[in-house]
């Protein structure tokens, strides 16, 4: 069993940065983080594979948001730049112990994060 623990979220105003954080209570394969907007789906906005290596972004923030990984603290990383209004959402990081590579569907992790809220201001 990992436990996740986020931090990093909060109010910005538009044009400004974040930075999520995700603590695991053990070593992790696959990391990926996940927004839920108000009427929206969940989606996967990022992810890193275990080395840190490969990543994928969403096209919604290529170019402003950046996954990273640090495995001597069993930590993975999202800086998030240049944010938008419609950015707005409850972040959620996710985990597997078991796929090495960039993990791109929901059903991969098996392990979720709490969320944290980042709401940008207009």
């Known amino acids: 069993q990992v436990q996740l623990v986020e931090s990093g979220g909060g109010l910005v105003q538009a044009g400004g940065s974040l930075r999520l954080s995700c603590a695991a209570s053990?070593?992790?394969?696959?990391s990926g983080w996940f927004r839920r907007a108000p009427g929206k789906e969940r989606e996967l906005i990022a992810a890193?594979?275990?080395?840190?290596?490969?990543?994928y972004y969403a096209d919604s923030v290529k170019g402003r948001f950046t996954v990273s990984r640090d495995n001597t603290k069993n930590t993975v990383y999202l800086q998030m730049n240049s944010l938008k209004p419609e950015d707005t959402a409850v972040y959620y990081c996710?985990?597997?112990?078991?796929?090495?590579?960039?993990?791109?569907?929901?059903?991969?992790?098996?392990?979720w994060g709490q969320g944290t809220q980042v709401t940008v201001s207009s």
């Open positions: 996710a985990v597997t112990q078991k796929t090495l590579g960039v993990g791109m569907t929901v059903s991969v992790y098996d392990y």
């Open positions: 053990g070593r992790t394969a696959s």
């Open positions: 890193i594979n275990k080395s840190g290596s490969s990543v």
